[in-house]
T-cell receptor
Framework: EAGVAQSPRYKIIEKRQSVAFWCNPI?????LYWYQQILGQGPKLLIQ????????DSQLPKDRFSAERLKGVDSTLKIQPAKLEDSAVYLC?????????????FGPGTRLTVT | AQSVTQLGSHVSVSEGALVLLRCNYS??????LFWYVQYPNQGLQLLLK??????LVKGINGFEAEFKKSETSFHLTKPSAHMSDAAEYFC????????????FGQGTELSVKP
C-alpha cells in the first residue's frame, strides 16, 4: 500500500513570494490533515478536511494561508505572501476517519525555507 | 485547553541501557494518548497508542508506555536501547470529540552512545 505522498520535498523562496505544497493521501482515507512543524517544536495542526469539507481550520493564518481538497482526494496548501516565520516542515497526514481509533499516517513532509 | 509537556528536549543513553522519555498532559478528561517517532528527513511513525483498556501499552520496536491517570502521565520506555533508536520522539494527545486533531509535545531527541 502506497503511503502519503508530498511534493516538493524541499523549497526555498524569498519573503513575500508565494508557494504551494501538494499532498496525496492514502487511497480511501477520508480525513486529511496539514501540520506545521517549526524547528525544535512539535507539529501543530493547520487544517483538517473530512472528504472535501473543512473540519478545523482554527489555527490556519487565513490572511496568507489557504488550502483546498476539491475532489476529496489530494490537497494543496498555499502560502501567499510568505514570511520568514513560515520557515518550517509542512506535514500532511491522512486517516480513514477523524477519531483516535484510526491511525494518522504521515507523509515525509515539505521543508520550506523563507529567506 | 489541552497541552502536552515532554520533560527533556535531549536524552542521551548508552547502547543497552534503559530508555525513559517522559510525557505529561493536561486535560479535564483523559484523552487518547500517542507516541510517534521521527527519523531525520522523514515523517512521523506511530509507536503506540492508548485509547481504552489496559493502561500498559506495547508498541513497535520493543517500546511500551503506561497511562497513569493519577499522574496525568504517559511515559515511554524501552528496556535496552539500540543504536537504531536514535531519533526524535513526540508525545501527542487527542480529545475524544474534536475530530481527530493531535496536539503534540515539543519533542525529545534521543541519542544512543555506543
Amino acid at each position: 500500500e502506497a503511503g502519503v505522498a508530498q511534493s516538493p520535498r524541499y523549497k526555498i523562496i524569498e519573503k513575500r513570494q508565494s508557494v504551494a505544497f501538494w499532498c496525496n493521501p492514502i487511497s480511501g482515507h477520508a480525513t486529511l490533515y496539514w501540520y506545521q512543524q517549526i524547528l525544535g517544536q512539535g507539529p501543530k495542526l493547520l487544517i483538517q478536511f473530512q472528504n472535501n469539507g473543512v473540519v478545523d481550520d482554527s489555527q490556519l493564518p487565513k490572511d496568507r494561508f489557504s488550502a483546498e481538497r476539491l475532489k476529496g482526494v489530494d490537497s494543496t496548501l498555499k502560502i501567499q505572501p510568505a514570511k520568514l516565520e513560515d520557515s518550517a516542515v509542512y506535514l500532511c497526514a491522512s486517516s480513514l476517519a477523524g477519531t483516535g481509533d484510526y491511525e494518522q499516517y504521515f507523509g515525509p513532509g515539505t521543508r520550506l525555507t523563507v529567506t | 485547553a489541552q497541552s502536552v509537556t515532554q520533560l527533556g528536549s535531549h536524552v542521551s543513553v548508552s547502547e543497552g541501557a534503559l530508555v525513559l522519555l517522559r510525557c505529561n498532559y493536561s486535560s479535564s478528561v483523559p484523552p487518547y494518548l500517542f507516541w510517534y517517532v521521527q527519523y531525520p528527513n522523514q515523517g512521523l511513525q506511530l509507536l503506540l497508542k492508548y485509547t481504552t483498556g489496559a493502561t500498559l501499552v506495547k508498541g513497535i520496536n520493543g517500546f511500551e508506555a503506561e497511562f497513569k491517570k493519577s499522574e496525568t502521565s504517559f511515559h515511554l520506555t524501552k528496556p535496552s536501547a539500540h543504536m537504531s533508536d536514535a531519533a526524535e520522539y513526540f508525545c501527542a494527545v487527542q480529545a475524544h470529540n474534536q475530530g481527530g486533531k493531535l496536539i503534540f509535545g515539543q519533542g525529545t531527541e534521543l541519542s544512543v552512545k555506543p
